[in-house]
């Protein structure tokens, strides 16, 4: 249902007041529904429809749209009362950065995520595209998987980088919440992002006391029985 409140308002005003409106901190990563990794168009809007009340967005990665394609952007519009966030994660020179966020925004995504690695200079591109288009820009500055020990080391410098470069929104894994600790400490106004609940490990409650704002929650709702249950069973233990 379209929302007055949302109009015109930034990507992080927006996810605010989703959230309060909800009474939810859960993005839902849809990468798979009921385990499997190729779906319909009517299947995914199905799904968000049936959690759309317990959430405030939903994340897409690179198999989401190499599977839908083109589609992704009628599914985004179905739903007037989520942010959509693109999470294809990219690691590229500032023009094709440019080139790439241009396309996520052109979409219909409220936000994309991007490698802080890159450098300020490919981040500046992102940022400035979303500038333009009334989006947002994630920058991955610690991981949640194992082998990430490399990136989360410089966990510091990549954040330093992102804010560089405008960048106001990171992701930080729930599954190490020391590092989410340390990371509200050093950027207080920043928004934390915090996947890897559930089925990666981490709590729900715990990323969030340490300071994430909200939780990217994938498998756990989208691969569960009854995925409207479990959306709603973590948003209410996330509303703390
Ligand atoms: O460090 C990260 N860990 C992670 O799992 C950064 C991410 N963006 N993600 C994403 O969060 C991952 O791509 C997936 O879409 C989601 C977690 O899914 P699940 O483990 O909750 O199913």
Redesign the pocket.
């Known amino acids: 249902m379209f929302d007055l409140g949302q109009f015109l308002a930034s990507f992080r005003e927006t996810l605010d007041w989703l959230s309060l409106k909800k009474k939810s901190r859960v993005v839902v990563?849809l990468?798979t529904i009921g385990g499997r990794s190729r779906f319909q168009e009517g299947e995914v809007v199905k799904l968000i429809d049936s959690v759309s009340d317990a959430i405030v967005g939903v994340?897409l990665?690179l198999p989401f749209y190499l599977n839908l394609g083109p589609s992704t952007r009628d599914v985004i519009k179905h739903f007037q009362d989520l942010v959509f966030i693109a999470?294809w994660?990219t690691a590229d020179v500032p023009h094709v950065t440019r080139l790439i966020f241009e396309n996520i925004f052109d979409l219909g995504f409220n936000a994309g995520?991007i490698h802080a690695f890159t450098g300020t200079k490919s981040m500046s591109e992102a940022v400035n595209a979303a500038r333009s288009r009334g989006g947002d820009v994630i920058a991955?500055v610690a991981?949640?998987?194992e082998g990430?020990e490399l990136v989360n080391s410089q966990m510091h410098v990549l954040a330093d980088m992102a804010v560089k470069a405008g960048v106001g929104c990171f992701?930080a894994?729930s599954n190490n919440t020391s590092l989410i600790q340390e990371l509200r400490a050093k950027h207080p106004s920043s928004k934390i992002f915090s996947?890897?609940?559930?089925?990666?490990g981490g709590e729900v409650k715990a990323p969030l006391r340490m300071g994430a704002d909200y939780l990217?929650?994938?498998?756990?709702i989208t691969d569960a029985p009854n995925p409207d249950d479990a959306a709603r069973r973590v948003a209410s233990e996330s509303w703390i």
Do not use: N
């Open positions: 990563a990468d994340k990665g999470d994660k995520i991955v991981m949640s998987h990430s992701v894994p996947p890897g609940v559930g089925a990666q990217i929650v994938g498998r756990l």
